[in-house]
């Protein structure tokens, strides 16, 4: 996570003032591994897809994204920290053991999280994901209402612009709301070979509603972050930490940044989150439809 912070302009200086504390921020994903790096922070957890009661994440992927957004990195001394490392989670379960998901329980998954905003004072929530079964444009329309709604009732919503690029309109189904902040990726000149980068596959705008899409990018390239087969042999920890690739693993970085504005600045709404996040962002001279305003510049965002 060091080069991500570094590319994001998440500065030491920056952490050391702001870290998401008392910001509650919701996750829908494959679930969470209840990792050290987490610290007693995962407030509440429903599981759509099974029902189990206790926390768990049978697949990796929303441990992986939990890690990136609000890791505390206990495990690696603050190396592998998260953006928002003090934030409180709220995590829905809402994809099976291989990452995949329908329309039904996300919808049930996103009203449980309106339900519930009053009681966890949730402010912000990040969607890294895709679905197995192929959408109608009718189902798309009624998910991007319901998250209108979110939006309208004073959540930021953060969502991946998905792995379909880069040919364009491969932004993914949740991507397309018109307030919604979708997130795409970008590794800048980090992997100078060029091969395997996350941006080459990054979901591409407009939408199927014409609408300008992604908003943002952030990194996505071989991310390390919390896994969820951590475990203890002997006296230490094995299988702590893993590198994943995709634009799930951009988004959490700009959901993190919008807990770290909210904790400088509670009574900002998500229109001027979005502003203060796009604004501010960092040109890379590339497509409208690649890179949406730039990459996310935490630091810049602060200082608005």
Same mark, same amino acid.
């Given at each position: 996570? +060091?080069?991500?912070?570094?590319?994001?302009?998440?500065?030491?200086?920056?952490?050391?003032?702001?870290?998401?504390?008392?910001?509650?921020?919701?996750?829908? &994903?494959? %679930?969470?591994?209840?990792?050290? &790096?987490?610290?007693?922070?995962?407030?509440?957890?429903?599981?759509?897809?099974?029902?189990?009661?206790?926390?768990?994440?049978?697949? @990796?992927?929303?441990?992986?994204?939990?890690?990136?957004?609000?890791?505390? #990195?206990?495990?690696?001394? #603050?190396?592998?920290?998260?953006?928002?490392?003090?934030?409180?989670?709220?995590?829905?379960?809402?994809?099976?053991?291989? %990452?995949? @998901?329908?329309?039904?329980?996300?919808?049930?998954?996103?009203? +449980?999280?309106?339900?519930?905003?009053?009681?966890? &004072?949730?402010?912000?929530?990040?969607?890294?994901?895709?679905?197995?079964?192929?959408?109608?444009?009718?189902?798309?329309?009624?998910?991007?209402?319901?998250?209108?709604?979110? +939006?309208?009732? #004073?959540?930021?919503?953060?969502?991946?612009?998905?792995?379909? %690029?880069?040919?364009?309109?491969?932004?993914?189904? $949740?991507?397309?709301?018109?307030?919604?902040?979708?997130?795409?990726?970008?590794?800048? &000149?980090?992997?100078?070979?060029?091969?395997?980068?996350?941006?080459?596959?990054?979901?591409? @705008?407009?939408?199927?509603?014409?609408?300008?899409?992604?908003? $943002?990018?952030?990194?996505?390239?071989?991310?390390?972050?919390?896994?969820?087969?951590?475990?203890?042999? @002997?006296?230490?920890?094995?299988?702590?930490?893993?590198?994943?690739?995709?634009?799930?693993?951009?988004?959490?970085?700009?959901?993190?940044?919008?807990?770290?504005?909210?904790?400088?600045?509670?009574?900002?709404?998500?229109?001027?989150?979005?502003?203060?996040?796009?604004?501010?962002?960092?040109?890379?001279?590339?497509? +409208?439809?690649?890179?949406?305003?730039?990459?996310?510049?935490?630091?810049?965002?602060?200082?608005?």
């Amino acid at each position: 996570m +060091w080069r991500v912070k570094e590319q994001i302009n998440c500065t030491e200086k920056v952490q050391n003032k702001y870290s998401g504390k008392n910001i509650s921020v919701a996750v829908l &994903d494959t %679930g969470i591994f209840l990792h050290p &790096d987490f610290s007693g922070r995962v407030l509440a957890f429903r599981d759509f897809i099974h029902q189990i009661e206790k926390p768990y994440d049978d697949c @990796g992927h929303g441990t992986h994204v939990a890690g990136c957004l609000a890791g505390d #990195g206990y495990l690696s001394e #603050g190396r592998f920290c998260g953006v928002a490392p003090s934030c409180s989670l709220i995590v829905g379960k809402v994809l099976d053991k291989k %990452g995949n @998901g329908n329309v039904d329980n996300m919808m049930t998954a996103i009203r +449980w999280i309106l339900d519930n905003q009053k009681e966890f &004072d949730v402010r912000v929530l990040n969607i890294s994901i895709g679905f197995e079964e192929k959408i109608s444009e009718y189902k798309i329309k009624k998910l991007v209402d319901l998250l209108e709604t979110v +939006w309208a009732e #004073g959540i930021f919503v953060a969502v991946a612009a998905g792995n379909k %690029g880069p040919k364009a309109k491969s932004i993914s189904p $949740l991507g397309m709301s018109k307030n919604i902040v979708t997130v795409g990726c970008h590794d800048l &000149d980090y992997y100078k070979e060029g091969i395997h980068l996350c941006e080459s596959y990054s979901g591409r @705008g407009p939408s199927i509603f014409s609408l300008k899409k992604p908003d $943002l990018v952030a990194p996505g390239t071989n991310i390390i972050s919390t896994c969820h087969q951590c475990r203890r042999a @002997g006296k230490q920890f094995v299988d702590i930490y893993e590198a994943k690739s995709g634009t799930s693993f951009a988004t959490p970085l700009v959901a993190g940044a919008a807990a770290l504005l909210l904790e400088k600045q509670s009574s900002l709404t998500p229109e001027e989150i979005k502003f203060r996040l796009c604004y501010t962002a960092t040109d890379l001279k590339e497509p +409208w439809n690649k890179q949406g305003w730039g990459m996310l510049n935490i630091k810049r965002a602060l200082e608005l």
